[in-house]
């Protein structure tokens, strides 16, 4: 192996040499990381952002969202096919109670995924909106519905069509 | 290996620093930190699945702080006590937040 790298250096540039085979390593993973992150392919998440339109016009978006709808939900992915567990567990409680709800998926749009953090102070997805009022993500859904208090709470809320 | 398992089962960094700044903020009854990372291993939050991950945490707090606040009011102490480690990249937080009451004890 030894020998291998030895032979190897050999072909490479001077100032490579010099700085040896751990910043060889580095650039090398560096590059793979770049390739992976605009990969045709790739998540989400790992994709360049861009961000363009003042906070002001997110903001106007997420008001006419929660006020156009009674139950409303922030989210990964969509909810015929959710992108994170926490997301298809909010997905999945709502169903239950076969109410209408709206949704957006923040993933395919950054500047609302950093829009509603900033909006409801809240760092994490999904958030849910019932009549209008921000009621908190996965874990306080998941724990009105144990306590019965998310029944009380989605009483008079406009049915799923189906 | 076996290394790296053992790195595992012992809180790395993030999870000892998230234990501390509870520990001071919430005087806790009881919190357990318990690490997911390796759930969502290659997932979003966690590409890179590495055995000592941090990314994807489950907290389970008792603590009388919570005593009359609402849900999410309760989660809104633990975020801003653990806005650090979020910034850093701990990408979720399952949160258990419950008052010694709600729990059944009775705090002499």
Same mark, same amino acid.
């Given at each position: 192996?030894?020998?291998?790298?030895?032979?190897?250096?050999?072909?490479?540039?001077?100032?490579?040499?010099?700085?040896?085979?751990?910043?060889?390593?580095?650039?090398?993973?560096?590059?793979?990381?770049?390739?992976?992150?605009? @990969?045709?392919? %790739? !998540? *989400?998440? #790992?994709?360049?952002?861009?961000?363009?339109?003042? /906070?002001?016009?997110?903001?106007?978006?997420?008001?006419? @969202?929660?006020? %156009? !709808? *009674?139950? #409303?939900?922030?989210?990964?992915?969509?909810?015929? /096919?959710?992108?994170?567990?926490?997301?298809?567990?909010?997905?999945?409680?709502?169903?239950?109670?076969?109410?209408?709800?709206?949704?957006?998926?923040?993933?395919?749009?950054?500047?609302?995924?950093?829009?509603?953090?900033?909006?409801?102070?809240?760092?994490?997805?999904?958030?849910?909106?019932?009549?209008?009022?921000?009621?908190?993500?996965?874990?306080?859904?998941?724990?009105?519905?144990?306590?019965?208090?998310?029944?009380?709470?989605?009483?008079?809320?406009?049915?799923?069509?189906? | 290996?076996?290394?790296?398992?053992?790195?595992?089962?012992?809180?790395?960094?993030?999870?000892?620093?998230?234990?501390?700044?509870?520990?001071?903020?919430?005087?806790?009854?009881?919190?357990?930190?318990?690490?997911?990372?390796?759930?969502?291993?290659?997932?979003?939050?966690?590409?890179?699945?590495?055995?000592?991950?941090?990314?994807?945490?489950?907290?389970?707090?008792?603590?009388?702080?919570?005593?009359?606040?609402?849900?999410?009011?309760?989660?809104?102490?633990?975020?801003?006590?653990?806005?650090?480690?979020?910034?850093?990249?701990?990408?979720?937080?399952?949160?258990?937040?419950?008052?010694?009451?709600?729990?059944?004890?009775?705090?002499?």
């Amino acid at each position: 192996m030894q020998r291998l790298l030895t032979s190897a250096r050999q072909f490479l540039p001077a100032a490579q040499r010099a700085g040896g085979l751990a910043d060889l390593q580095r650039v090398g993973g560096y590059t793979a990381a770049r390739l992976f992150s605009t @990969d045709a392919d %790739s !998540h *989400d998440d #790992f994709k360049p952002q861009v961000k363009a339109a003042p /906070a002001g016009d997110v903001e106007a978006t997420i008001e006419k @969202d929660i006020a %156009s !709808h *009674d139950v #409303f939900i922030y989210m990964k992915g969509v909810p015929q /096919a959710p992108m994170c567990g926490f997301s298809n567990m909010a997905c999945a409680i709502l169903n239950l109670y076969g109410v209408e709800y709206g949704s957006r998926n923040v993933l395919a749009d950054p500047e609302v995924r950093e829009g509603i953090k900033r909006y409801t102070a809240w760092p994490t997805i999904p958030q849910v909106f019932i009549k209008g009022e921000f009621v908190g993500g996965s874990d306080i859904l998941h724990e009105m519905h144990q306590k019965g208090e998310l029944k009380k709470a989605l009483e008079g809320c406009k049915p799923a069509d189906d | 290996m076996a290394a790296a398992a053992a790195a595992a089962r012992q809180p790395g960094p993030v999870a000892t620093s998230m234990q501390l700044k509870l520990m001071e903020g919430l005087k806790p009854i009881s919190l357990a930190i318990q690490n997911d990372s390796h759930k969502h291993a290659g997932h979003s939050g966690n590409p890179t699945g590495a055995p000592d991950a941090e990314t994807h945490f489950t907290v389970t707090i008792v603590s009388s702080a919570f005593e009359g606040k609402s849900s999410v009011t309760r989660h809104r102490m633990v975020y801003q006590l653990l806005q650090a480690e979020i910034d850093a990249g701990v990408h979720a937080l399952a949160l258990k937040t419950k008052t010694p009451a709600e729990m059944g004890l009775k705090l002499s």
